[in-house]
């Protein structure tokens, strides 16, 4: 499945209706986000249980903003809705898929007790 494009009208939705949402936010001008793609389409077609979505930091720059992006390309992972994941700069397909696996195997039972226990 190819990665899908997420501007404001679809962030929130796209992130609430499905289970784990990874989101690459790029721009066209960045070269280690185009370096990054492939890896990020591949992985897409290699998890289609997962949605991948993309954020034109260039398009949707209030988006981008309300995320506090402040490089790129950075990857973002959200579980149950939550973000579980944010880390600036390009993975290699390898570190992609370990990110991935341990997103899958991730206890949201105790991410969510944990957030309870914080506030």
């Known amino acids: 499945m190819s990665p899908v494009e997420l501007t404001e009208e679809n962030f929130t939705s796209t992130i609430q209706d499905s289970p784990m949402v990874l989101v690459d936010f790029w721009a066209a001008w960045c070269g280690p986000c185009r370096n990054f793609a492939p890896i990020f389409d591949g992985a897409a077609a290699g998890y289609p249980d997962i949605v991948f979505g993309k954020v034109d930091t260039e398009a949707q720059q209030a988006l981008a903003a309300a995320a506090q992006i402040t490089s790129i390309p950075t990857l973002m ?27 899958k195997n991730l206890d949201m039972d105790r991410v969510k007790a944990d957030m309870e226990a914080a506030n």
């Open 77 to 103: 992972a959200f579980k149950d809705g939550i973000l579980v994941h944010s880390q600036p700069g390009a993975l290699d397909a390898r570190a992609l898929d370990s990110l991935i696996i341990g997103l």
